[in-house]
């Protein structure tokens, strides 16, 4: 057999840059990427397939759980990479995890466009006398740089397996799923307040025609002050919610998409 398939998990602080990663070797938007920490709520998957391997991705939420929830989410892993940037206090991320004794670790030192050189250059030193045992890799995840060296570096990596999903697919997420995330994306970006983090979204149908698909949306909230502030003045924050998000489900599914989107209210027992 000569086909090889593995598990990645992606790990590191929040705002380090791994749904950019993944979204860069997949090469769509599956995991929601903001400036914005805490974003990722879901454990996204992400599968690359090429000809003769599968790699499958899982970005971590942003919001670090506790410790044994991180140590037990690796333990699956086939390789693990942990993703930082410069600034980072890694020596504590790694101290609380205690990644040593997995079998592959990967660091990534993530957004290398935004340092000079000498910067850089004293960073992958360090790195490197401080994790002798880790692969240590450069990359821009914004700038796909050196994401292709980061892909032949795992399937190095991965045991001979045959392919735990079918070759066709790059989520095991389902379209509602996609449509909620997208969604929930826009808010975040369109509106500055708390708002989004009190919203809920469900796509209650998602029908693919020829050339269109029939999304219908709902998007609840707790309170009818919140569905003023999303509808904004004259609609206008609601129309540009409808606009941006149609247009990047579009984009996603490579078809014409009619999304209707409605806001309810709806009180949110904790
Ligand atoms: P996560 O919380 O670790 O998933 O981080 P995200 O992928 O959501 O990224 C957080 C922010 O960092 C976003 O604004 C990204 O655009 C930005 N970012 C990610 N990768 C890079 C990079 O390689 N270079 C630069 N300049 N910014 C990046
Ligand atoms: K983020
Ligand atoms: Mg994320």
Redesign the pocket.
């Known amino acids: 057999m000569i086909h090889k398939s593995g598990f990645v998990k992606i790990i590191?602080?929040?705002?380090?840059?791994?749904?950019?990663?993944i979204?860069a070797i997949i090469g769509k938007n599956i995991?929601?990427?903001?400036?914005k920490?805490?974003?990722?709520r879901n454990n996204i998957i992400g599968i690359l397939n090429l000809y003769n391997s599968q790699i499958i991705f899982y970005?971590t939420p942003?919001i670090i759980i506790n410790n044994n929830y991180i140590k037990k989410y690796i333990t699956e892993a086939d390789i693990v990479i942990y993703?930082t940037e410069i600034g980072k206090n890694n020596e504590l991320f790694f101290k609380k995890i205690n990644i040593n004794k997995f079998k592959f670790t990967i660091i990534l030192l993530?957004?290398?466009?935004?340092y000079q050189n000498y910067i850089l250059k004293n960073e992958i030193f360090n790195l490197k006398s401080n994790y002798p045992d880790f692969y240590i890799l450069e990359?821009?995840?914004?700038?796909k740089?050196n994401i292709n060296k980061l892909i032949n570096i795992i399937i190095n990596n991965i045991p001979y397996h045959p392919p735990y999903y079918p070759k066709d697919i790059i989520t095991d997420r389902s379209e509602r799923f996609i449509v909620n995330e997208i969604i929930r994306k826009n808010i975040l970006l369109l509106y500055n307040k708390e708002i989004p983090y009190y919203v809920n979204i469900t796509t209650e149908f998602f029908k693919e025609e020829d050339n269109l698909i029939n999304i219908r949306s709902l998007i609840f909230v707790e309170r009818f002050s919140h569905k003023k502030i999303i509808m904004g003045y004259n609609n206008i924050s609601f129309n540009k919610l409808i606009k941006k998000s149609q247009i990047e489900i579009t984009s996603f599914f490579e078809k014409k998409s009619n999304l209707l989107l409605l806001i309810k209210i709806k009180k949110i027992i904790f």
């Open positions: 590191g602080y929040p705002n380090v840059g791994k749904s950019t990663l979204n995991s929601i990427v903001t400036y920490a805490n974003t990722t970005d942003g993703i993530n957004k290398i466009d935004k990359i821009s995840a914004l700038l740089f």
